[in-house]
């Protein structure tokens, strides 16, 4: 079964400060995609990065970006520069043949 | 721009009674579309999804079941809601094509308390 973990529940950071999320998953494929969510007190889920398994280079979108150990099965989250409009559930998930499996969620807090 | 909209926001039910959530998604052709819920504490579990009209996916055997009535609408369905079914629910779509491959984009969400 493929499994995406966690293993943080909770994570705080001061704000302007860096904060990195870990996630690790398991899977005997060798293309996949790995995705970060974050998903505000509102509750929608917001696409924050996405890794293509074949790409070696780490994704970044502005203020995050990954740390993509493919032979580790790691798939970590930093975020620079921390603001309080960060401060969210950030859920890591990957591709499986139709659907997303979902890691349990770090709550990330961010103290001014 | 694509954009996806899901009603309603917020829903209380009785036990036993019927359950209808509906989702559209607008500005795209033949998406793939996704129900998945949340449990509290947890990641999100796909319930169903559909690559056309008519074809839909079930992952979960469950008290629920889902409809593509047309291209880009996807409904979400109980004849008797039980307790268990309460939680958050999300819609979610992505381009045609393997679904594997593609990034999804959610809803704002349903939650659904059953009393």
């Known amino acids: 079964a493929q499994t995406v973990t966690q293993s943080q529940p909770e994570m705080s950071v001061q704000e302007a400060e860096t904060v990195t999320l870990s996630c690790t998953y398991d899977?005997?494929?060798?293309?996949?995609?790995l995705f970060w969510y974050k998903q505000p007190p509102s509750r929608q889920m917001i696409l924050v990065i996405r890794?293509?398994?074949?790409?070696?280079q780490n994704a970044t979108e502005n203020r995050f970006s990954v740390n993509f150990q493919k032979a580790a099965k790691s798939f970590s989250l930093k975020i620079s520069d921390s603001q309080l409009g960060d401060a969210a559930m950030y859920f890591c998930?990957?591709?499986?043949?139709?659907?997303?499996?979902f890691g349990t969620g770090t709550r990330l807090t961010v103290i001014p | 721009s694509q954009t996806i909209h899901q009603w309603p926001a917020t829903l209380v039910q009785p036990v036993g009674s019927p359950l209808s959530l509906e989702c559209t998604v607008e500005g795209t052709s033949n998406p793939n579309l996704y129900w998945y819920r949340q449990a509290a504490g947890r990641g999100l579990q796909l319930l169903f999804y559909?690559?056309?009209?008519?074809?839909i996916s079930s992952e979960v055997p469950q008290n629920l079941s889902a409809s593509r009535p047309q291209d880009r609408q996807f409904i979400l369905s109980s004849k008797k809601l039980l307790l268990s079914d309460s939680g958050f629910y999300l819609c979610a779509w992505s381009v045609d094509g393997t679904p594997a491959k593609n990034i999804q984009y959610f809803g704002a969400g349903t939650r659904l308390s059953v009393l």
């Open positions: 899977t005997s494929e060798s293309d996949y995609y």
């Open positions: 998930a990957k591709t499986g043949a139709n659907n997303l499996f």
């Open positions: 559909s690559v056309g009209i008519g074809q």
């Open positions: 890794q293509e398994a074949y790409k070696q």
